[in-house]
């Protein structure tokens, strides 16, 4: 199949979108999602020099209309509600609101249109023209069905924005998930559509919400073969991610040929998060942007946009994970060496932990894991059935 050639030389023009109002999709205090992280990583990108205020764009609030493209009216009628005070009890818990996930809070429906808006202005200024790649960390939500809120997710703005695409762009579209947790809203809200493709490389189900991503999950109708979930195993360490990551990520760029790649760049499979059971590194925070970039232009023209999504070690993990796709964006390659010491003495009185003086991480800094071989086998052959679809298709070995 025909690919773009692309020069490693050149320059990207991208956007980063954001405001210091993303804060206000505030759950409660002792809540695990917690939007400080998306600021953090915005100073920490100012303090290395890498973001220029010329580079910032300021989100818009999502339409009633663009929300609709997505969910049910009625259950944004009750996010509306519930942003007031008005909501019944009864229908709180009918649209998933008001639970120990998704639990209520005032201007939650501005909060939240607020968070989609960013994504859309992320798919304007990468599909208008005005540059190659945009990267919208307050987004990512790929938990929010149609009339339900789920997971710390009230609206799906990856959802929406794929959808709007569809509409207003008429092309093809490959969703790209690296979060712990199965990207779920998402798949779902085109699992019968052959023009969006998605792949969630995730923890298995077994053990971690929201208990779906099966490797025959693969869309239905004419949707059917443009769904790929790949659940590895608990414990998996760097090198069998990354295996997985990349193989499925060429192949299924080369088999579906999309016109633009949204990422959702969870940072929850690092070791120490505490919401999963993954052994990363920030070994795969750095190429995981690093492959997606190369992809983009191979396939794309560049057309490349990013999105947050889960990560729950604020202080050590995600706003190293996070500045590294804007790095690639821009530079080509992650950042390495020392962390800004303005950054650290900011945030280290802020953190319940010591904060990381480096990119990298440190050498074993965690425990050796006993059945490290015996993962990797499993995760293979996981990701050999998930990819036996186009192997068929092709008659491939």
């Known amino acids: 199949m025909a690919k773009h050639t692309w020069d490693l030389t050149m320059n990207c023009k991208s956007a980063f979108i954001y ?20 600021q953090s990583t915005y100073d920490l990108l100012k303090s290395s020099g890498a973001l220029s205020d010329t580079q910032v764009l300021s989100p818009r609030t999502a339409t009633i209309e663009e929300l609709k493209l997505v969910h049910d009216e009625r259950f944004i009628e009750a996010v509306i509600a519930s942003s007031n005070g008005q909501l019944k009890e009864q229908d709180a818990a009918e649209f998933g609101l008001g639970t120990e ?32 790649h945009a990267l919208n960390l307050g987004g990512g939500l790929h938990h929010g069905f149609k009339r339900k809120a ?3 997710c009230i609206y799906n703005d990856a959802a929406i924005a794929i959808a709007y695409i569809r509409k207003h762009y008429n092309v093809k579209v490959l969703y790209v998930d690296t979060d712990a947790h199965h990207g779920d809203g998402v798949q779902w809200s085109f699992y019968d559509d052959p023009n969006v493709c998605t792949l969630s490389i995730h923890e298995t189900g077994r053990y971690l919400f929201p208990g779906t991503g099966n490797v025959n999950e693969r869309g239905i109708k004419e949707g059917y073969g443009y769904s790929f979930n790949i659940p ?45 059971h993954l052994c990363g590194t920030m070994k795969i925070y750095e190429y995981i942007p690093m492959l997606a970039h190369e992809l983009a232009h191979t396939y794309c023209d560049g057309k490349w946009i990013a999105l947050g999504g889960g990560g729950y070690d604020i202080w050590r993990v995600v706003p190293r994970a996070w500045a590294q796709i804007w790095n690639v964006m821009n530079d080509q390659k992650p950042f390495s060496g020392s962390l800004p010491k303005e950054w650290i003495d900011k945030y280290q009185s802020k953190s319940l932990v010591p904060l990381p003086d480096t990119w990298h991480d440190q050498p074993n800094f965690y425990k050796p894991i006993p059945r490290k071989k015996e993962i990797t086998e499993k995760n293979e052959q996981t990701l050999n059935k998930a990819l036996q679809f186009i192997w068929n298709r092709y008659n491939k070995p």
């Open 232 to 276: 590895i195993d608990a414990f998996t360490e760097d090198e069998s991610f990354l295996q997985i990551y990349e193989k499925a990520f060429r192949e299924i760029m080369d088999y579906f040929q999309p016109d633009i790649i949204v990422t959702q760049n969870g940072a929850d499979a690092h070791a120490y998060d505490p919401l999963s």
């Open 19 to 38: 405001a210091e109002d993303y804060k206000s999709y505030h759950f409660r205090t002792d809540h695990p999602f917690n939007q400080l992280r998306v």
């Open 101 to 132: 996930d998704t639990p209520i809070f005032s201007g939650m429906h501005e909060a939240a249109s607020l968070l989609v808006g960013g994504t859309l202005q992320a798919v304007d200024y990468v599909l208008e023209g005005k540059g190659q």
């Open 150 to 152: 789920s997971g710390f």
